[in-house]
Antibody, heavy 117, light 108 residues
């Protein structure tokens, strides 16, 4: 079955760090464009980051310099390392697979990150 | 970045109604426009891609149209399971992909 399963969310204090994981099954992460999209409570969807099949990475301005997207080909897993977390980073984080045209056809179930003291 | 604006932000309708949601891009995006449905507590689901192509498995009561800057999502006859929030998204100039603010479709 083709699916994405996120893990790693939780409650973290401002300024802290967290690493999200997204385990893929049924396809190869490294052959696809893989993204993270987040959704703050009661708000809309916000693109966070993408890693292309060739390895290029891009970030939203709101997280640039604080978040790092990566993948482990041997584990077929996508990651999002989040440092210097702020209250405004509180959201459900979705792992997603894009087609080459930026169409997000596959989503994970999401993992909640809460940044609060 | 390309900005996407949806209208209305919320909409009340009844089962069987025909509903149209509009999405406007801040610049021309050709037909690089996608629509997603999201139900509470669930991940978004792709409905329409490339403005008018129906994703596999999506009921034919959903349709999309438009090009350039103005787009519409139409549900021809609302079913109970269609009450959800709908988002448009441009994939013309990426990254970043950008989403509209969402349209919440509620039961009247």
């Amino acid at each position: 079955e083709v699916q994405l399963v996120e893990s790693g969310g939780g409650l973290i204090q401002p300024g802290g760090s967290l690493r999200l994981s997204c385990a893929a099954s049924g396809f190869t992460v490294s052959s696809n464009y893989m993204s993270w999209v987040r959704q703050a409570p009661g708000k809309g969807l916000e693109w966070v980051s993408v890693i292309y099949s060739g390895g290029s990475t891009y970030y939203a301005d709101s997280v640039k310099g604080r978040f790092t997207i990566s993948r482990d080909n041997s584990k077929n897993t996508l990651y999002l390392q989040m440092n210097s977390l702020r209250a405004e980073d509180t959201a459900v984080y979705y792992c997603a697979r894009e087609s080459g045209a930026g169409i997000v056809g596959l989503w994970g179930q999401g993992t909640l990150v809460t940044v609060s003291s | 970045d390309i900005q996407m604006t949806q209208s209305p932000s919320s909409l009340s309708a009844s089962v069987g109604d025909r509903v149209t949601i509009t999405c406007r891009a801040s610049q021309s995006i050709s037909s690089y426009l996608n629509w997603y449905q999201q139900k509470p507590g669930k991940a978004p689901k792709l409905l329409i891609y490339a403005a008018s192509s129906l994703q596999s498995g999506v009921p034919s009561r959903f349709s999309g149209s438009g090009s350039g800057t103005d787009f519409t999502l139409t549900i021809s006859s609302l079913q109970p399971e269609d009450f959800a929030t709908y988002y448009c998204q441009q994939s013309y100039s990426t990254p970043p992909v950008t989403f509209g603010q969402g349209t919440r479709l509620e039961i009247k």
